[in-house]
Structures are given as C-alpha cells and as structure tokens.
C-alpha cells in the first residue's frame, strides 16, 4: 500500500532549528513535496526534491533520500509565525500526491 | 479573480440534497483536482482532470461526481449528501498533470451534513 508517515505534533522555541521528518511508501516515485497549511487555510507550497541530497531555500531546506524512502524539513532562525502544520506529500507513479496527516510545529516565545 | 476561488466558503446541508462545489482557476492550468481534508487525515483525492474534457477518479470517489467542460472550472456535485461528507474541500491546480506538479489551493470550503 502506500503510505506517508510524519509526526502528529512537535514543538519548538522562538529563535531555534526544527526537523520535521516524513517517510513514504508509494507505488513508483515522483518526486517529495513540503506544504504549509495555517489553520483554517490552504495549504502553500514550500520545497520540492526529487533528487538525492538538500534543498536550501532561505531559512527552509528539504532532503531527500530515496533508498531510504525519507525527506526531512529543515526550519532555521523560527519565528511565531511558523506555526502551522506542515504536509509532506510523495508523487506516485500515476504522477498523483499521495499526502501525509501534516505535522503541526507548535512555536513557543 | 487571482489564482482559485471556491464557493461557497462553508456550507450546511441536510442529508439527501445535492450539492455543487465550484472551483475556478485563472491561470490556465491544464490539470485540477479535487481534495477532501478530514482531522487526522492527510489530503485525500476525491477526482482529478489532467485536462479539460477528462476526469479520473481519486482515492475516495464514491459519492461525487465531477466534469471539466473547460480549462476553468471544475465543479464538484455531491449527488445525494450524507453526513460522512461533512469535510474541508479543496479544489486545487498545476501548470501539468505529470512530474513535479505543483499544486495550488483554493481556500476551501467547509461542508457540513447533518
């Protein structure tokens, strides 16, 4: 079957680095993507990997490693206004996102 | 209209009636795609349009129905309503169907079926 696996909450301080980590089963692979999702919003995109390796985009960076089926976000320098949930999603082999529940980062002053 | 609207925002509806959501994107992207958002569960893909005049069914089709009659829009109809549709809708888009699809959102809407 196919599957997405990320934590249902974490928390973290004003200020400090967050990973938020996601493994994927999924039939065939198309690339990893990271959304963020402010409650009662819809979700925007972050990152897109579909290569090996890290993804720097200003204080967001997003790996990959397809042996292991695993994608991390990496948030730097987090300000309250990161508090969101995020969403990792897989492309399948019908290029369909198979996504996660979303992990709701919590931040504390 | 800037990138994709929905309507209506929210929604109660009695079990029974038929429902339409509309969706419609102003960037001219080929491929659209319905969602349904429930607490604790991740997107679940309701019908996707890679292109106007084709639909496909998603994960959880049963229930709605949809069709793509131009580039534009792409209404979702729930025939007959039933309480477990109560749900956060949302209508989505990308440039293409295929690798790295970025997909847009609506801002959703909330359904309720009582």
């Known amino acids: 079957g196919q599957n997405i696996d990320q934590p249902t909450e974490m928390t973290a301080t004003e200020g400090a680095i967050v990973q938020i980590n996601c493994t994927y089963q999924t039939s065939g692979f198309n690339g990893l993507f990271w959304y963020q999702q402010h409650a009662g919003e819809a979700p925007t995109f972050l990152s897109y990997?579909?290569l090996d390796g890290l993804e720097e985009k200003g204080r967001f960076s997003s790996f990959l490693s397809r042996s292991k089926g695993y994608s991390y976000l990496l948030l730097k320098e987090l300000q309250m206004k990161d508090s969101a949930s995020y969403l990792c999603a897989a492309g399948d082999s019908n290029y369909q996102l198979i996504w996660g529940a979303g992990t709701k980062l919590i931040i504390k002053p | 209209i800037a990138g994709i609207t929905q309507a209506p925002t929210s929604q109660i509806l009695a079990a029974g009636r038929r429902m339409t959501l509309r969706c419609t994107q102003d960037m001219r992207h080929n491929a659209m795609y319905w969602y349904r958002q429930d607490l604790g569960l991740g997107l679940r893909l309701i019908h996707y349009s890679n292109t106007a005049g084709t639909t496909g069914k998603g994960e959880v089709p049963d229930g709605y129905s949809v069709s793509r009659a131009n580039t534009d829009d792409f209404p979702l109809t729930l025939a007959s309503a039933v309480p477990s549709q109560t749900s956060v809708y949302f209508c989505?888009?990308?440039?293409?169907?295929?690798?790295?699809?970025?997909?847009?959102f609506g801002p959703g809407t909330r359904l309720t079926v009582l």
């Open positions: 989505a888009s990308s440039e293409l169907a295929g690798e790295y699809n970025e997909q847009f």
């Open positions: 990997n579909v």
